[in-house]
Structures are given as C-alpha cells and as structure tokens.
C-alpha cells in the first residue's frame, strides 16, 4: 500500500533556530497536508499544497510541494516554545489521507 | 472556518460494556467522515471511511461489528465500541472532509480526539 516516510524522527533544537522536515513518497500525490498535533488533541491543519512544485508559507512555516509529487518539506523558521508538538504530513489519496510516522519536536527555552 | 468537534474528550467505561463518540462538523457539510485510532506515540491508523447514506468501508483488520459506524447526516457520524476491553482503549480521532463543490474539499479537518480508557 502507499506509505510515507518522514524524516526525522525526532528534534531537539533551541529556541530560535530554524527547523526543516521532509516526507517521501512511493507513490504520487495530488495534494500534500502538513498537521501539528499536540498531546491529547486532534491533529490541526497548518498547510495545503495542491500543485506540483508549490511553495506556499504561513507565518514562520513554509512548505513545498515536490515537483514530482513524491515529496514535501516544512520549514519553521525561528521556532518559539508554542512550535513544540508532533508535525505530520500527509498525502491525499483518491479516498484516503496516508500519513507520514510524524516528527517529535521539542524545543529547549 | 471548518469545525470539527468530537464528543466525548474522555471517557472510561467498564469492560464489556459500549462507548458511543460522535463526530460533527460544525459549519460544513461532509459527506465522508474518518475514524482513526491513534497508539501513543505513533502515527492516525485509519479504520474507516463513512460516506453519509451509506455502510461505511473498513480497512483490513478491522471488526466491523466492534467498531460500529453510522453516518446519518451531513454532519454527524458516530462510532460506537461495542463490548469494550481494555485493549480497546487508545485515542480515537475522526475527520471530516467537505462536500464537493468547496473550494478545499480536498481537506479533511479534524476533530479534538476521544480518549477511550476501559478498566
């Protein structure tokens, strides 16, 4: 089946410093999702992506859509305490939305 | 805005007996709904994908007759664990995605999560 892999696993950075994760891909995509999740919370949408080779930014967060639609990446930049969570990527299927095994961020004050 | 809200956020229940978790979406209509099921630290595992009218279409491995799915309305969908045990105990998360038509119906938005603890 369609599997994602995202990368890293974990993060422990300091206050301040920028922050980039990725996911790949077997399979093509039409339209990739970045989510945050915090502890005993349903996951939050933070960015869509619908065309090959988008970049699209929220704030501190910017996000591509790989030009061959089997990757993307997110960016934070300047991450603050409020960034701690677990970050999740997801591809959208024709029906389903497969997800990446999430990045662990912490940050250190 | 896209609300999804999930009812209850904590519920723990007796062995044997079941658990109802709604799902609604607050200012959207969905046609289809998501259940997840979500094991400490680790990523949504999807169980099911309910389409409003419909029986809903569960992922391998998954007791259909445990797990029961109901999508009455556009905007409700319920999962009901039926006899309990405490292996069934773990995050439960659904989603839901706007009807066709929406701009970003692509989307799918989630809700606040049911913890589920059967002692």
């Known amino acids: 089946g369609q599997q994602l892999n995202q990368s890293p696993q974990s993060m422990f950075i300091q206050e301040g410093e920028d922050v980039s994760m990725n996911c790949t891909s077997s399979?093509?995509?039409?339209?990739w999702l970045w989510y945050k999740q915090e502890p005993g919370e349903g996951p939050v949408l933070l960015i869509a992506?619908?065309?090959?080779?988008e970049l699209t930014s929220n704030g501190r967060l910017t996000a591509q859509f790989g030009i061959t639609r089997k990757d993307s990446f997110l960016n934070i930049s300047a991450s603050i305490p409020s960034d701690v969570g677990i970050y999740f990527c997801a591809g959208q299927g024709a029906q389903k939305l497969v997800f990446g095994q999430g990045t662990r961020l912490t940050i250190n004050p | 805005g896209a609300v999804v809200s999930q009812h209850p956020s904590r519920v723990i229940c007796k062995s044997g007996t079941s658990v109802k978790i709604e799902c609604r979406s607050l200012?959207?209509?969905?046609?289809?709904m998501f259940w997840y099921r979500q094991f400490p630290k680790q990523s949504l595992m999807l169980m099911a994908t309910?389409?409003?009218?419909?029986?809903?279409?569960?992922e391998q491995g998954v007791e259909k007759d445990k797990f029961l799915i109901n999508h009455a309305s556009l905007t409700l969908s319920t999962l009901t664990v039926t006899s309990a045990h405490p292996e069934d105990s773990s995050f439960y998360i659904c989603?839901?995605?706007?009807?066709?038509?929406?701009?970003?119906?692509?989307?799918?938005?989630f809700g606040q999560g049911t913890r589920l603890t059967v002692v």
């Open positions: 989603s839901a995605r706007k009807s066709p038509g929406h701009i970003m119906n692509t989307e799918a938005f």
């Open positions: 200012d959207f209509q969905a046609t289809t």
């Open positions: 992506l619908y065309k090959a080779g």
């Open positions: 399979s093509i995509f039409n339209t």
């Open positions: 309910s389409n409003e009218g419909s029986k809903a279409t569960y």
